[in-house]
């Protein structure tokens, strides 16, 4: 199911890996429509996909010589991007719920020029009206991944959207297979659940 | 209200907000003769990336100075040219650094110059 | 583009599961769509694409950054190509020698990374002018040049620097 990389994908990233900056640059053209959709799907907000994306790209070639199979790249580069995704969703969850706290603190407190505080968060994936994406069904979507844990929406993600092997997900979120089956399984249950609500 | 605050939407990390941002340490950097101007590299435009992800104050950090939102470390990338020795360049880049932001006396905060290139004169 | 597969639990309900499919499949298609079309909603900027491009290049074109002994104020690093351009140079400004290629050792750098220590050899390969009558002063000199160029703009005043006149050019 996953594209296999072809000789002139190994041969960009072993030319990149000698130091070839024009091959690296061929090589984020070739994976960074598929890296935005994964950081989108998990991140549920465009600028965040985004910077996730420049991020993950520029760490991939700072990193590139700790790559020991060239042919491997492609899940390598979806690791690096899925990991700074989910540390993205992981700080917003932390920093929305320590907000919370701090506004019912501060609300109890009675300061309304603290209250009235406008949060200097992007949208999230929860807030899909904001994420600009033009079509209903994918604002549809990216609202209720937002609602699933993101080590469920990860993995549902990297199979639904990327279309990576089981195998390949255990890789790349260091879990045994078993566990990704699992994951993906609950997140699809939850997504049926919630399609269903909203019809 | 702190002078800090209007540069700082979070007002629980305000206290930590340098009174000079980047912007305003990048006219300082490129004005020290030999400098021929700001040059970024991967260092800054990976802090300057995570700073975005991070949420942390927008004035601390552009591709090419970025300030340590934690130590107010500042780490700045650019470009020498002319008769001056790299090393004296570097040596008031720091100072012009530490004047504008820092305690005078203390060496804080650290100022780390990269050179990324050198023209010949 | 991929769909789910078969072999997990499906859903109780034939007709959610089918909802479920389409959806899947309807955001892949109007994905690949909004795609080809160039909608700014479902890809990178081109300000985003550019910011990856350049710095990927400029780092080849800098390389490594390298520890300099730092300043009474604070520490400091120079790239590789800043290294290479200073020792360069000053070859290059001694009467009769040309520069062609240096490279240098370095002690190992504390930092992780790419980044490297001080350096504590280089090795200085270059070409003299045909008719050049002292070939071994010509060494000396370039040599002396080079760490006082070292010491001068970067406060390396250990450094060893070996010369290799390997060529010899016409007069300009």
């Known amino acids: ?199 | ?121 | 583009m991929p769909y789910p597969d078969q072999d997990t639990p499906d859903p109780e309900d034939a007709a959610a599961t089918a909802r479920y499919l389409e959806l899947i499949r309807s955001v892949h298609t109007e994905w690949d769509e909004l795609e080809s079309a160039g909608d700014s909603s479902v890809q990178l900027s081109a300000g985003a694409l550019s910011t990856i491009k350049e710095s990927v290049r400029a780092d080849a074109r800098h390389g490594a950054h390298v520890e300099m002994p730092p300043t009474p104020v604070g520490p400091f690093t120079v790239s590789e190509l800043t290294l290479r351009t200073l020792v360069r140079r000053t070859i290059d400004a001694v009467p009769d020698a040309r520069a062609l290629r240096t490279t240098f050792e370095y002690e190992d750098s504390p930092s992780s990374g790419r980044s490297r220590g001080l350096p504590t050899r280089a090795t200085c390969r270059l070409s003299a002018r045909i008719g050049t009558r002292d070939l071994p002063a010509l060494a000396d000199e370039v040599r002396a040049a080079v760490r006082l160029a070292c010491e001068v703009d970067l406060g390396l005043s250990e450094l060893t620097v070996d010369i290799h006149i390997e060529d010899l050019h016409e007069p300009h």
Do not use: K
């Not at chain 1, 700080?91 to 009675?110: I, K, M, P, Q």
């Not at chain 2, 629980?12 to 004005?31: H, K, M, Y």
């Not at chain 2, 300057?48 to 927008?58: G, H, K, M, Q, T």
């Open chain 1, 1 to 199: 199911m996953t594209p296999q990389p072809t000789p002139e994908e190994r041969a960009l990233v072993l030319r990149a890996q000698d130091g070839e900056a024009a091959a690296f640059e061929q090589l984020v053209d070739l994976h960074q429509g598929r890296l935005f959709r994964i950081a989108f799907m998990v991140v549920g907000d465009r600028l965040d996909a985004e910077d996730v994306v420049q991020e993950s790209l520029v760490l991939a070639w700072r990193r590139l010589h700790l790559l020991e199979d060239p042919a491997a790249f492609r899940g390598w580069v979806a690791q690096i991007c899925t990991r700074s995704a989910t540390d993205v969703v992981r700080r917003l969850a932390r920093r929305a719920t320590s907000t919370a706290a701090d506004d019912a603190l501060e609300a109890s407190s009675g300061d309304p020029a603290v209250s009235s505080r406008v949060s200097p968060n992007r949208s999230t994936a929860a807030d899909p009206a904001a994420s600009a994406l033009v079509n209903a069904q994918m604002r549809a979507l990216a609202g209720i991944l937002g609602s699933i844990d993101p080590a469920l929406r990860t993995c549902w993600v990297l199979r639904e959207i990327d279309g990576m092997s089981y195998r390949e997900i255990c890789r790349v979120v260091d879990a045994t297979e078993a566990t990704v089956r699992g994951r993906i399984a609950r997140a699809r249950t939850q997504i049926v659940r919630e399609m269903e609500e909203w019809r």
């Open chain 2, 1 to 121: 209200m702190s002078p800090t605050s209007p540069q700082s939407p979070l007002s629980s990390e305000s206290v930590r907000t340098p009174r000079t941002g980047a912007a305003e340490l990048i006219d300082i950097v490129t004005e020290v003769p030999g400098v021929s101007g700001l040059e970024p590299g991967i260092a800054t435009t990976l802090r300057a990336l995570d700073a975005r992800l991070r949420r942390s104050d927008p004035t601390a950090s552009r591709y090419g100075l970025v300030i340590d939102p934690g130590t107010g470390d500042v780490t700045v990338e650019i470009a020498v040219g002319g008769p001056l020795p790299v090393r004296s360049i570097v040596e008031e880049v720091q100072r012009a650094v530490q004047l504008a932001v820092g305690d005078p006396g203390t060496g804080r905060p650290q100022v780390l110059v990269r050179v990324q290139s050198l023209a010949t004169p």
